[in-house]
């Protein structure tokens, strides 16, 4: 009898937060990984404790997906070294702090090349390979943001997670009886290096502690959603109220209402 190889899946954005979290659960369901962030450093401790606590091979490849160029390197150097990708995490991403209009642009250019633009390329070189096979999983992890209005200073952040969202159901339609599972991941304020790397720690530390969730249950919630097929997978009981009483309430009153509760934990002109 023989034994069926490990399984292989590629996250990007491994190196920290909500994607080093889906990389422990992926290793810890038997998955083989390929890492890849632009923090080779980061990505070298993940693998090694990986091997130590699940016997994981990891291939790790560093890559900046603002680069446009990034995903078809990533694509030839996984088909180089003979890799069937089984599962694809996109995960990358970040947030541009401030007002729209006063980012420069190619923070923004880059913005949506990371979240939109990446994700969408990424999934387009992997998914025929999936498809031919008969199995595998793609993972885009969005934001509760992309499922209610949008205030101050998310201007392409929103857009972005939105965009996922209807990217992953349309891709899911598409695949339906192929083998092919297809979730977007929608989680609340998640404990991670997020809120420090865009300033706003501070602003988002006003919360009440009941709007947060750790990373490790984020990930572990978004995979056993993608393993059900589940279209879109919103974390925590709290995130789900929200996101029905957006979808439920009239856009204008859901407009004013998510404006004065956001003006509460952030003052707007300090990011002017």
Known sequence: MTTAPPRTALITGASAGIGLALAQVFA???????????????????????????????TL????????????????????????VDALVNNAGYGVPGYFANAPWRAQADFIQVLMTAPAHLTRLF???????????????????????????????????SFLI???????????????????????????EFHDVTNTRQAMNKLPKYMWLDAPTVARQ??????KNQPVCVTGAVNKIIAAAAKLAPRRLALFLTARQFSKFRNSKANN
């Not at 096979?133 to 209610?148: E, F, T």
């Not at 978004?222 to 393993?227: K, V």
């Open 166 to 192: 209807q990217f992953s159901q349309t891709v899911r339609a598409e695949t339906a009886g192929t083998g092919v599972y297809v979730s977007a991941l929608c989680p609340g304020f998640t404990w991670s």
């Open 222 to 227: 978004g995979y056993d959603a993608l393993m």
């Open 61 to 84: 490849i560093t890559a900046d997906l603002s680069d446009v160029a990034a995903p078809q390197r990533l694509y030839d150097e996984i088909s180089a070294q003979g890799l069937p």
């Open 28 to 58: 810890e369901q038997g998955f083989n990984l390929i890492l890849t962030a632009r923090r080779e450093d980061r990505l070298v401790a993940l693998a090694q404790d990986l091997k130590k606590r699940f016997g994981t091979e990891s």
């Open 127 to 161: 998914l025929p390979g999936m498809i031919e096979r008969g199995y595998g999983r793609v993972l885009n992890v969005a934001s509760l943001n992309g499922l209610v209005p949008s205030s101050p200073g998310q201007s392409l952040y929103a857009g972005a997670k």
